[in-house]
């Protein structure tokens, strides 16, 4: 099992920053990617962004490539997911996601942390 805990939402104007972070725990020998996702009110769980464990390689949804900067820590194993100019669309529950090396989808999940971007 991989344990998830992010942190770092919370309420921020148009135009403004955030960074939010996840901490992994439990066989996080066992990552091999970690990914955000979000989910706003009314409508299904999108892509944010990705990336792999071992090289880093990255990759954005394209409503935020530009904006947004997905990094790691392997050995606080942490991801990190900065937001730049940020919209009142990018309004949402941000979910941290891992996916393991037996695995071809992500299939563990943070409890998720609201951001809410004011126009």
């Known amino acids: 099992q991989v344990q998830l805990v992010e942190s770092g939402g919370g309420l921020v104007q148009a135009g403004g920053s955030l960074r939010l972070s996840c901490a992994a725990s439990?066989?996080?020998?066992?990552?091999?990617?970690m990914g955000w996702f979000r989910q706003a009110p009314g409508k299904e769980r999108e892509f944010v962004a990705a990336i792999s464990w071992s090289v880093g390689t990255t990759n954005y949804a394209s409503s935020v490539k530009g904006r947004f900067t997905i990094s790691k820590d392997n050995v606080k194993n942490t991801v990190y997911l900065q937001m730049n100019s940020l919209k009142s669309e990018d309004t949402a529950v941000y979910y941290c996601?891992?996916?393991?090396?037996?695995?071809?989808?992500?299939?563990?999940w943070g409890q998720g942390t609201q951001v809410t971007v004011s126009s």
């Open positions: 439990g066989r996080t020998f066992s990552i091999a990617a």
């Open positions: 996601a891992v996916r393991d090396l037996s695995h071809a989808q992500f299939n563990y």
